[in-house]
């Protein structure tokens, strides 16, 4: 059973730091692609940042870029996210999700086929 668990979520002051984590089980880790999405309040659901299975590419947002860096340990089957200098536009619902490669928009949602249940992060002073 394919499983991805999100933790690490938590109100934060705005410029402070969170580290999310997204623990896979299920399947062999080192052959997906991860990535993060997040969705505020009334948004749409849209991508932040997603790592290749091999040692390969990582992709960002255009908000996050610079703030934000993702990583991966294969042998502990988990994805990281660390965010920094975080502001409060980045309040959302944090998701991670599995693909078996790089979908060709990897932004898009749609295109990822296994989901966690999502970690609340809170940006505010």
């Known amino acids: 059973q394919v499983q991805l668990v999100e933790s690490g979520g938590g109100l934060v002051q705005p410029g402070g730091s969170l580290r999310l984590s997204c623990a896979v089980s299920?399947?062999?880790?080192?052959?997906?692609?991860i990535g993060w999405f997040r969705q505020a309040s009334g948004k749409e659901r849209e991508g932040v940042s997603c790592?290749?299975?091999?040692?390969?590419?990582?992709y960002y947002a255009n908000s996050v870029k610079g703030r934000f860096t993702i990583s991966r340990d294969n042998a502990k089957s988990t994805v990281y996210l660390q965010m920094n200098s975080l502001k409060p536009e980045d309040t959302a619902v944090y998701y991670c999700?599995?693909?078996?490669?790089?979908?060709?928009?990897?932004?898009?949602?749609?295109?990822?086929?296994?989901w966690g249940q999502g970690t609340q992060v809170t940006v505010s002073s």
């Open positions: 999700a599995a693909s078996r490669v790089i979908p060709l928009r990897w932004y898009d949602s749609r295109n990822w086929r296994y």
């Open positions: 790592i290749s299975s091999s040692a390969g590419p990582t």
């Open positions: 299920g399947f062999t880790v080192d052959y997906y692609t």
